[in-house]
């Protein structure tokens, strides 16, 4: 077993301050508000220690994305845990992962808009990544059915983000939530 020096548990101290710093600032101000100056003041750093970590602000946000999606992944397995039947987790899944949209739209941000660098639905995708969707699969595989696995998961998702997406941006009439949410399950169980 290896050993880890009080160097290298340092640096992992200063990359998980950075990364948590970056996502506490965007959650209060907004991304524009994330810059390697500010990091670096909130730190008490100077920025050549931020980019010794991160090569700018871009990694630094597909950092936070990664993170979120490992957060999202241990929601919806939570959700689909605490379910009583296949149809009950189709439902409990989708409305944990609308509520995680919601309480962590900067995260959000970076996961879906600002992570532009990270590779979904490739096998290099981040470990994270592939756990969310696994995670949605499983969800989605006991009410499949006849109907394709993956492809019925990745609608799951379209569906999920459209519904998030459309509301933050306030494209959709106000107080049906519930109700689009309700209609997107009932269509995914068939």
């Given at each position: 077993m290896r050993c880890v020096s009080r160097r290298e548990r340092e640096r992992a101290e200063r990359h998980e301050l950075i990364v948590r710093t970056a996502r506490e600032l965007a959650e209060a101000d907004g991304w524009a508000a994330v810059t390697t100056r500010r990091l670096a003041e909130l730190i008490e750093y100077s920025?050549?220690?931020?980019?010794?970590?991160?090569?700018?602000?871009?990694?630094?946000?597909?950092?936070?994305?990664?993170?979120?999606?490992?957060?999202?992944?241990?929601?919806?397995?939570?959700?689909?845990?605490?379910?009583?039947?296949?149809?009950?987790?189709?439902?409990?899944v989708a409305k944990a992962y609308v509520d995680f949209a919601e309480t962590n739209p900067a995260l959000y941000d970076a996961m879906f808009s600002r992570a532009a660098g990270?590779?979904?639905?490739?096998?290099?995708?981040?470990?994270?990544?592939?756990?969310?969707?696994?995670?949605?699969?499983a969800t989605i595989a006991p009410v499949a059915g006849d109907r394709d696995q993956g492809v019925?998961?990745?609608?799951?998702?379209?569906?999920?983000?459209?519904?998030?997406?459309?509301?933050?941006?306030g494209r959709l009439s106000e107080g049906y939530q519930a109700a689009r949410l309700a209609a997107a399950v009932a269509l995914l169980l068939g």
């Open positions: 920025q050549p220690v931020l980019y010794s970590h991160f090569a700018g602000k871009d990694a630094i946000v597909a950092a936070v994305a990664v993170e979120g999606f490992a957060e999202l992944a241990s929601v919806m397995h939570r959700a689909r845990d605490a379910a009583t039947s296949p149809a009950d987790a189709v439902h409990a990270l590779p979904f639905a490739r096998p290099e995708a981040p470990a994270p990544l592939r756990d969310g969707f696994a995670e949605l699969q019925l998961t990745e609608v799951a998702w379209s569906t999920l983000h459209g519904l998030v997406t459309l509301e933050r941006d």
